[in-house]
């Protein structure tokens, strides 16, 4: 009796380590320190970079520590808010994003409800290999940021993000 207390203990401690998020990838921390682009991370092990846009314009850019499979592909996303929204997505703008996620070449648009009400956030995403070189990361995050920031001065003519 014993051991198997002793075995599920481990196997419950074991289990809630690996629910953990993960840390910061060092994979994508070289590739920022090559370029030697600003960055901090947040609770979840993300890169957050304020990128710079089109005239006196930023925009906040995140790339995902955490990782996923595609076939044998190893997998990141790179996003970028564009705006919120206090309610549902209008359907008009909706549409918008629609047609446009046809239209652009590195990513799409996504709506990402928000845990507080009915916020909705517009993220521009994109998918690139986790171990992407410096000029298909590059290119990939800069055009995530002025995709996403082309869109919020559409959108709100404010530079929030």
Same mark, same amino acid.
Request: hydrophobic share 45%.
């Given at each position: 009796?014993?051991?198997?207390? $002793?075995?599920?203990?481990?196997?419950?401690?074991?289990?809630?380590?690996?629910?953990?998020?993960?840390?910061?990838?060092? $994979?994508?921390?070289?590739?920022?320190?090559?370029?030697?682009?600003?960055?901090? +991370?947040?609770?979840?092990?993300?890169?957050?970079?304020?990128?710079?846009?089109?005239?006196?314009?930023?925009?906040?850019?995140?790339? $995902?520590? $955490?990782?996923?499979?595609?076939?044998?592909?190893?997998?990141?996303?790179?996003?970028?808010?564009?705006?919120?929204?206090?309610?549902?997505?209008?359907?008009?703008?909706?549409? +918008?994003?629609?047609?446009?996620?046809?239209?652009?070449?590195?990513?799409?648009?996504?709506?990402?409800?928000?845990?507080?009400?009915?916020?909705?956030?517009?993220?521009?995403?994109?998918?690139?290999?986790?171990?992407?070189?410096?000029?298909?990361?590059?290119?990939?995050?800069?055009?995530?940021?002025?995709?996403?920031?082309?869109?919020?001065?559409?959108? +709100?003519?404010?530079?929030?993000?």
């Amino acid at each position: 009796m014993a051991l198997s207390l $002793r075995f599920l203990l481990v196997v419950v401690l074991a289990s809630s380590l690996l629910a953990q998020a993960p840390g910061p990838d060092p $994979r994508v921390e070289a590739v920022l320190k090559k370029l030697e682009w600003s960055y901090k +991370t947040d609770e979840d092990g993300d890169y957050q970079l304020v990128m710079q846009t089109e005239g006196e314009r930023t925009q906040l850019l995140v790339v $995902r520590s $955490r990782t996923f499979s595609v076939g044998n592909f190893e997998m990141r996303e790179i996003w970028s808010a564009a705006g919120i929204y206090e309610a549902e997505v209008p359907a008009e703008a909706a549409r +918008t994003l629609l047609d446009d996620s046809l239209q652009t070449k590195l990513g799409s648009w996504a709506i990402l409800p928000q845990s507080e009400g009915t916020k909705q956030l517009v993220l521009y995403v994109s998918r690139i290999p986790a171990d992407a070189d410096l000029e298909t990361f590059s290119a990939f995050a800069e055009g995530v940021a002025q995709e996403a920031d082309s869109f919020e001065a559409e959108l +709100t003519g404010k530079d929030d993000y």
